[in-house]
């Protein structure tokens, strides 16, 4: 006599088959349904802005507020039917008015593999449970260790769960290799990182969360470009060993998220190699190259820039020559760091880091002994033997992986490229719309980011601002600051609205002041040079309305 399970009162059957895929898989048109209801619902409302609006209700009162969890289950459809209010306010990336942060719309191959593959949950931590799947990390590494001229048969590579995850591993195989025994002893005192001033601030929050300290984290200077003063660098690691503390990791700027920054690792490592044989270190302190938003630049590397065949303009050329330049030395760092949710078109959260020696993992392997409960079949790929995480979906592994394929070198290429080109028109049109009020200040910059630094009506400074002018640069800072917060909280009409974000340091200047900017950044295909313009537009109508109320900058300071 065999017993069905299914007497959890009425229609338990049914309402488990709404809601679970069968195991012969014969009910997944349920799920497909599921998702265009949510898609309808989401799209339907979301407006013709860049920001998904807010619909408001009757009552005032929202109908996902409150968090009371009822007492009976309520209907797919109906609980689908709030998404127009969960996403109020929130971004919409794939909008051609979106030009925020780095942040580029998915891929349709990596949303489908990932929720097709999600539906097994495999975890990435185990061969046991995951299988196959891991093989899609497998192939993510050897695939990046041969863009940045890796042996891919040596190198090695993890997903993790963001850049700043990226830099955690990093320094903490570093910490291995000056400390090998830091794990049961605890670290050091004096252990150090030297690092870039413009680096992300994941860097000196990596340094909090393993013990180091964010005071020895140790920032070098930078050059206009945003890439590192090397001989700062230099200066600052020799500070470090003359006092006899362990130097465990060296950070260059491998891709800086403004202005694409890219600093020269042949000469990075030469510096260290010749400074562990000056001081006689019995380690060797390792390099790594934060290329979270750079990585994807090194498809270029083998494209022709001389034939050109995509037909990129000159500009472009010269910024993706500079570019490839710079990218060639990541194969003498000793691990790289990649965020595919950044340049790669992928879905929140997909990252990896990438070690030039894969054997530098075996150095975060714990105790088995304490693992077992996790890990029996020992002939299986166990990554959570040395893994932070326990809980790694290897469904956005393979998400990434065929994600990678569907776009190949080309389709990044092809992406890149366009966002690159689009920020030249950027520039265009602002030096013919809008010279008098605003100027693009990152010359420099190897990426798609514009940095605006708006100025006040007839202000000297919009012809040629003086950056070692202090008092000068702080005026037009607080200017470009109380314009970007105006901005931010006027409501104007969807078809009207801009996003675009606010940089508090587009670079510093000689005397170490931060320059403040708008930032203009799109990585979306859909946005064109006519789309640039009408940004341009639309910006410059809102300074105009911002500058007719705001007071003269001359006589408030003075007034001060």
Partial sequence: MTTDCSGYGDGFADWRNGLFLRPDGDNADVLVELIRCALDEALNHQGAGPVYPRWDQEDGRSPVGGGHLLEDPVASETVLSQLRWWLAGSVKVHHHMFAKNVVPPPSFVNLAALCAVSLFMPNGVTGEDAAETLTAELSCAQAMARLAGYDPNQAGG?????????????????????????????????????????????????????????????????????????????????????????????????????????DDFGEIAAMRDRLAAEYGLDYTPHVHADTVVGWAYLCFIDYDLHRNPLGFSPPVVAKLSRLVERLRTVRHADSFGTDFHKTGFAPYTSSMIIMRDGRDFSRLRRDGGVMTPLFHDKDAYNPGTFTLETSRSAANMVATWVGLQALGKQGMRKLLGHALETAEALRRHVDVLAARDMTAINKHSYGPDVFLRCYPPDDPAVTEEDFSDTSSVRRINQYTSDLFAWLSRQRVPEVEQIALSKTSAAFYTPTGEPVVALRVYSLNPYFSGSHARELIVRLLKGKRQFDAIHPDTDAHEEAR
């Fill in 158 to 262: 993890l997903f993790t769960f963001g850049g700043t995850a990226t830099n955690l591993y990093a320094i903490n195989v570093a910490i291995s290799k000056a400390q090998p025994d830091h794990a049961e002893r605890g670290i050091e005192p004096g252990m150090a990182v030297v690092g870039s001033w413009p680096a992300h601030y994941s860097q000196k929050s990596a340094c909090a969360w393993l013990g180091i300290g964010t005071q020895n984290y140790i920032s070098a200077a930078s050059l206009p470009d945003q890439t590192t003063d090397l001989e700062s660098m230099e200066a600052a690691c020799r500070d470090v060993l003359a006092r006899g503390h362990r130097l465990a990791c060296i950070m260059g700027a491998g891709g800086t998220t403004s202005n694409m920054a890219v």
